[in-house]
């Protein structure tokens, strides 16, 4: 309820209203042609740091769980046994080479051989005979006519050469002989298997079989013990009034002063300060919070514009 008549009276004073209308008193030490207010001065506070018990001190048991180790064992699972075993016999082939027919001779009469051959025959000797011939190299006489002593012709000797024919003739070409030819002897390769190690039992050792396991061995076995678990404490902080929290009188701005641009100014002020106002040079709601805000974070009377205020803000007040 102050909060709201603490509001309310910021509007009488920028109207120029006396300060402390109704209460019929005055501010000391008033200056002339200063507005003065009643303003709740803020408390202020002490703070002391204290430590108080936050868990007494008990105790708790605790249990020790058992550990284990991984070993590997080896267990039997197929026991040591006795086998036997038939080898069977061994063979190897022999080879052995047998005489079929012996070797043998050959007495082989080989016929004579003949060829035939041309042979030029002469079936008729060389003779001389006499023709008619012509004149002087075989040219006709003078008159024309071919004249010898006696009858008026030339004779002219002629020589006629032997003639042969061809014959064919037959002669020796090698005599009969004998030969005598050696037959190589036929022999013949036989295979045959010879036992050379007899079938035998073999008695064998089958070794027994194992298995490597994974099995989990006892290390130390499961504990319990007693913990002692200490106090703790915790810090408190103890606010105590050191002052303030009275209504005293405080300069603040006259109405006079209290002009647009005197008021956007202070807007600016407190856009600068963060807030989200404008600079529009009227008190409105947003103005109002934010002036406020800025009183109660900085311990300024809350809900005047004081001259404080103004100086916090860094507008003069003239």
Known sequence: MSRILTLSAVSLVLVGTAAAQGTG???????PGACYARVLIPETYEIQTEQVLDQPEHTRARVIPATYETVVQRVLVKEQ???YRVVPPVYEIETEQLLVVPEQTETVVIP????????KVMVRPAYITWKPGAGLNGQPQPGGERVTPATGDVPRRVE???QY???????????ERVETR???ARIRTVERQVLREPARVVEEIIPAEYEEVEVQRL????QQETIVVPATYKTIEKRTVTGGGTVEWQEVLCDSSATQPRIAEVQRALAAKGYNVQADGVIGPATQNAMEDWQEKNGLPVGYLTIGTLE???VSPE
């Open 312 to 314: 916090s803000l860094g």
């Open 165 to 175: 024919d061809t014959v064919s003739r037959t002669r020796l070409k090698s005599p």
């Open 219 to 222: 290390v130390t076995p499961e």
């Open 25 to 31: 008193e005055s501010p000391p030490d008033a200056e």
């Open 182 to 184: 050696v037959i190589p």
């Open 81 to 83: 046994a006795l086998a």
């Open 160 to 162: 006629v050469p032997a």
């Open 112 to 119: 004579a051989e003949y060829e035939t051959f041309p042979e």
